[in-house]
């Protein structure tokens, strides 16, 4: 895998951990992509770890802010919480991430930034590309138009074998005509 670092430098592999702080001074970037089978928090909510997340993430400063920007992009395959098949979810984000120190500096930026709380002086660049694709991933992702969603809840609870029960409620509706 070669990964692009600043102007034109290659390098053989990402970096476990950055200075964002230094990076933003300096006006790297790092673009490229990353197995999704190393970010180990996104496993637990896919059901294929294969494929890759691709990125551009540009460090530089806007006024005092330390800022990061660009773009993430993966095919995530997860369970659809309706009929429990796979799901083909396309994430294509762009990211604008201010570096803060504390809640507090997050609390006075502009709304147009997310904060990247930054509590030592590095941070795994890896993270910073899986907290972008958890934040993409919905709570309860469903295809759009699931076969299971149309069942009736009643059809769905019952097998082959399972005589339809009476309505307990049908007695009721007798009573109001």
């Known amino acids: 895998m070669v990964y692009r670092y600043h102007s034109r430098i290659m390098v053989e592999h990402l970096p476990e951990r950055i200075d964002p702080l230094a990076l933003a001074e300096k006006r790297r970037q790092f673009k ?9 928090r996104l496993q637990e909510v896919l059901l294929n770890p294969d494929g ?18 660009g773009y993430v992009e993966a095919e995530l395959e997860l369970q659809c919480q309706c009929c429990l098949g796979p799901i083909a979810w396309l994430v294509s984000n762009q990211v604008k991430l201010a ?5 507090d500096e997050a609390d006075l930026l502009p709304e147009s ?3 990247l709380l930054l509590e030592e002086e590095t941070i795994s660049l890896a993270d910073i590309l899986q907290e972008e694709l958890l934040l993409a991933i919905p709570s309860i992702p469903q295809h759009g138009q699931c076969d299971a969603s149309a069942a009736p ?6 097998t082959p074998d399972t005589p339809k029960r009476p309505n307990p409620f049908a007695v009721l509706a007798e009573m109001k005509k």
Do not use: N, Y
């Open 113 to 115: 930034c997310d904060p």
């Open 52 to 69: 890759l997340v691709r990125f551009e993430l540009k460090f530089g400063k806007v006024g005092k802010l330390s800022m990061v920007t």
């Open 153 to 158: 809840r009643e059809e769905l609870a019952q």
């Open 32 to 40: 490229g992509s990353l197995p999704l089978s190393q970010l180990v």
């Open 99 to 103: 570096v803060v120190s504390s809640i």
